[in-house]
């Protein structure tokens, strides 16, 4: 029985990274708004935004077929609806350029979703004591799948003929990895079965087993848990997708056009260590806590970016990063712990659909304050205020969470 659960977290790791191409559209950016979209920005970002809201769709979807069917097949149609979407982007041209968003946006972003839930929730049953501690494995596999393909993906480009030229052909070779990794992967994907309780000696001796109610999606949705939950998520995101969209542009504008990447690296490879580290933290101090402390830091690290020159724009870039990867941990194990485990992957899939919102929003912020800025950086800079607002007003949408849920406890 352990083997089988630990066939599922190496799968879903080895899944995840490659989902981690979706948090290096940064390099992808400039070439993609000069070929196709005549220099603008925000029509450019979008694609990255369809990608990342329309994966909150097929999350919802996914987990409903995976229910009714299997995590495994789910996950295998999914591979190849994502490489499916990013084979056919390799074609788009000038002449019909938001075929890019039907493709890479939405058939990625819908092929993502049926992998990128399932695969959390499928592990999450199989530990389901260690929830902050695997889903932060997993979900770090994801942010440090940008520091593995960055590197890979500009070599890709500059050897198809550079920027303006290579991206789109660079999406070919991603459809053939996502294909192989996602497909193979799900072989090794299987749910515990019914009424499986992996509760160690030391965990039952230390403290007693919380009941926690198992929400069906339709419970789920009558409950103003789910709108704080969602609402706070749309708002917390903002800043960290800011940054991720457009890390290399802002670099090269900042006068660091030759080591520009590396704010790529940074932010992938920072999500990635504090997917890991706050989820660890978080089975600690609780997710709301830390939720709290992360949109905190987010907060204020938004409001330095126009101060930040030569080498400390990685610093913050990194910091932002680290932040906003822990968000990505813990609103995932808080889904599970307000509405149960039985129906995790339907259930966070709606959730999601408060990323999705805020993917949208704040690229057509950033993409717009993008476009004013396009001869002085620092007028980019109100779409970080904006940020910060929103993620002081998902704290307070998380405090309402906390005083909902400790009369929950009262009454019990």
């Known amino acids: ?103 890479y946006g939405v058939m990625g972003g819908v092929g993502m979703g049926f992998t990128y839930s399932t695969t959390i929730a499928c592990v999450q049953k199989w530990f389901p004591h260690k929830k902050g ?18 590197p890979i993906v500009e070599i890709l480009i500059t050897s198809f003929g550079g920027s303006g030229i290579g991206e789109t052909k660079t999406f070919m070779v991603l459809s053939a990895v996502f294909l192989c990794v996602c497909t193979i992967g799900s072989l090794f994907l299987k749910n515990p079965p019914e009424g499986f309780a992996a509760v160690s000696p030391a965990a039952s001796a230390s403290a007693p087993v919380k009941k926690i ?24 995101c903002m800043g960290g997708l800011m940054m991720i969209g457009f890390a290399k542009p802002i670099a090269v504008a900042k006068g660091l056009g030759t080591t520009a990447t590396i704010g790529v690296l940074a932010i992938s490879m920072f999500n990635s ?29 938004a409001l330095f970016v126009n101060l930040a020159v030569s080498f ?39 959730v999601l659909l408060g990323f999705g919102a805020g993917a949208i929003i704040s690229s057509q912020i950033a993409g717009y304050f993008r476009n004013i800025a396009i001869n002085d950086i620092n007028l980019m800079f109100p779409a970080f205020v904006i940020s910060s607002f929103c993620a002081a007003a998902g704290i307070g949408l998380i405090l309402i969470l906390k005083a909902i849920r400790k009369r929950e406890r009262g009454l019990n």
């Open 133 to 150: 501690f695997v889903t932060g494995i997993i979900v770090s596999a994801l942010g440090f799948g940008g520091v593995v393909f960055t």
């Open 312 to 350: 400390w724009i990685y610093v913050l870039i990194a910091l932002i990063g680290f932040f906003y990867g822990g968000l990505l941990s813990n609103f995932p194990s808080l889904t599970a712990d307000l509405f149960g485990a039985k129906h995790m992957s339907t259930n966070y899939g709606f």
């Open 213 to 236: 109610i198992e929400y069906t999606p339709s419970q789920m949705l009558k409950s103003v848990k789910f709108y704080l939950l969602t609402g706070a998520f749309m708002l917390a």
């Open 1 to 103: 029985m352990k083997k089988h659960g630990l066939n599922a977290l190496f799968a879903a790791i080895a899944i995840q990274l490659t989902l981690g191409v979706a948090y290096i559209w940064s390099v992808f950016q400039t070439g993609i708004a000069n070929s196709l979209f005549n220099g603008d920005n925000a029509p450019a970002a979008l694609t990255f935004s369809l990608l990342l809201a329309t994966l909150t769709i097929g999350s919802v979807i996914g987990g409903k077929l995976a229910v009714k069917y299997s995590t495994r097949i789910v996950v295998f149609i999914g591979g190849i609806i994502l490489s499916a979407g990013f084979f056919l982007a390799s074609f788009v041209t000038a002449a019909y350029p938001w075929l890019l968003w039907v493709t």
């Open 273 to 301: 260590i504090g997917r890991l580290v706050w989820g660890i933290v978080s089975d600690k101090l609780g997710r709301k806590n830390t939720i709290i402390i992360l949109l905190s830091g987010t907060a204020v690290l």
